[in-house]
């Protein structure tokens, strides 16, 4: 209560009257006060929060098995000296293309140009001593007719002319093997494919009994990716009736790859199952398949890891929404929906496995013509309202390519 100061020789009793009277005129303006704000109306509640709605997609769904797996050249050569001498010149350039047949390297030819010279004269040799025992067998027989040589002369003119067609024929032989090394000192490609550096400058002596290593020839249009499948997808395949087999069915099993830099859900690589191994490594459990892939570009290399895709089944008039319209909570996952009267509800579905672009399969729990908030979730309250801003439209599937649902990676690889 607040001190009242009176002037000298006023009462007690007066002035405590007074201070009544002052506090109690106070306590009336404060109530007035009061009376008056409690007069005023209350503010309106805040907006519904705006949403984003969509309905989702039906449409047929891939599901793939999915694996990782490494490039590998369908052939690759070791180009490799098969005679000695010194390495006179070479003929391409470093990690371009070459066709079979192509000059890749010569070796000194000199040496076996002499080896061809020498033989070819040895050859000459015997063919002449060769017509000198024909010409000799013709006259004993001649002779022998006419009882003017012996059984004896007839039998050794004949084995002369044996012997000498033996010595042609070894001979021609070592003419032969003279032109063989002698074409190998013109190295040329095995193979059509891309050509590696030198790996023997030119001058230096190269060995046949080494085998001096030259360079490298790889094709890459094919290529092969191999992969390993798990024991469980195998005896899935088995029990659908399929044996593992390549050519046992109308067309092979196709499939798809991406290069660890391709963005997820991108496979611009396509090809088919070539090669299913005929037995389950007991190791590791697992069966290794090699799919075959065009590459007339050039932009698979070997040794690349890459990602490889199985289709597996199709889904039909699957439902799809996206993926970031999905919650999830201790019962599961679930997912907004703007019911009558713009009232927001809660659904829980199940899910299948997310697909490459951005959208997941809803395997229960959605009929297919719901209001699915997309944006604003965080907002959207179940049995409250909320204002639909927009309806984004489902993104249309590909006619040509639909999209897939797979398993995850590690469950079906371990």
């Known amino acids: 209560m607040p001190r009242i100061h009176l002037p000298p020789g006023v009462p007690f009793p007066l002035a405590r009257r007074v201070g009544l ?76 293309d070459v066709e079979q047949g192509d000059l890749l390297f010569v ?17 000459e040799q015997v063919q002449a001593t060769l017509e000198l ?16 040589a012996t059984e004896r002369e007839r039998l050794q003119a004949n084995a002369t002319v044996k012997q000498r067609r033996a010595e042609v024929a070894a001979a021609q032989a070592g003419l032969d093997d003279a032109n063989i090394r002698l074409g190998y000192t013109q190295v040329t490609s095995p193979i059509a494919g891309r050509v590696d550096r030198n790996l023997v400058d030119i001058g230096n002596l190269v060995s046949e009994s080494e085998a001096t290593l030259l360079t490298t020839v790889t094709q890459l249009d094919p290529i092969h990716a191999y992969f390993d499948v798990s024991e469980r997808i195998v005896l899935e395949y088995l029990e659908r009736g399929r044996n593992g087999g390549v050519g046992q069915e109308p067309e ?24 299913v191994a005929p037995r389950v490594d007991n190791q590791t ?32 008039n699957a439902i799809v929404i996206p993926q970031g319209a999905v919650s999830t909570d201790l019962s599961g996952s679930l997912v907004l929906v703007v019911g009558e009267d713009d009232i927001v509800e809660r659904r829980t579905i199940k899910l ?35 204002t639909v801003k927009a309806t984004s439209p489902a993104a249309a599937p590909d006619s040509e390519t639909p999209t897939p649902t797979e398993p995850a990676p590690e469950a079906e690889n371990e």
């Open 352 to 386: 299948g496995e997310p697909n490459d672009d951005g959208t997941v399969t809803v395997l229960d729990g959605l009929e297919g013509s719901e209001r699915i908030i997309v944006e604003g979730i965080q907002k959207a309250r179940p049995g409250r309202p909320v």
């Open 21 to 96: 009277l002052r506090l109690t005129a106070t306590f009336a303006a404060v109530a007035a006060l009061l009376s008056g704000c409690s007069s005023q109306e209350p503010p309106p509640p805040p907006p519904p929060p705006s949403v984003v709605v969509q309905t989702p997609e039906t449409r047929d769904v891939t599901a793939y098995y999915r694996y990782t797996g490494n490039m590998s050249a369908v052939e690759a050569v070791e180009i490799r000296a098969r005679v000695t001498g010194e390495l006179m010149s070479q003929h391409f350039t470093a990690s371009t």
């Open 107 to 123: 070796i000194e030819p000199a040496p076996y140009e002499a080896d061809v010279a020498a033989a070819q004269a040895t050859l």
């Open 133 to 148: 025992a024909e010409i000799e067998q013709k006259r004993v027989d001649d002779a022998f007719k006419k009882n003017a």
């Open 252 to 275: 092979p099993p196709t499939l798809d790859l991406a290069r660890a830099s391709d963005p997820d859900g991108l496979f611009p690589f396509s090809g088919v199952v070539d090669f």
């Open 285 to 316: 459990g697992t069966i290794q398949v090699r799919g075959i892939f065009e590459n007339a570009d050039a932009q698979l290399f070997p040794g690349l890891f890459v990602r490889v895709r199985a289709p597996y089944e199709t889904l039909r």
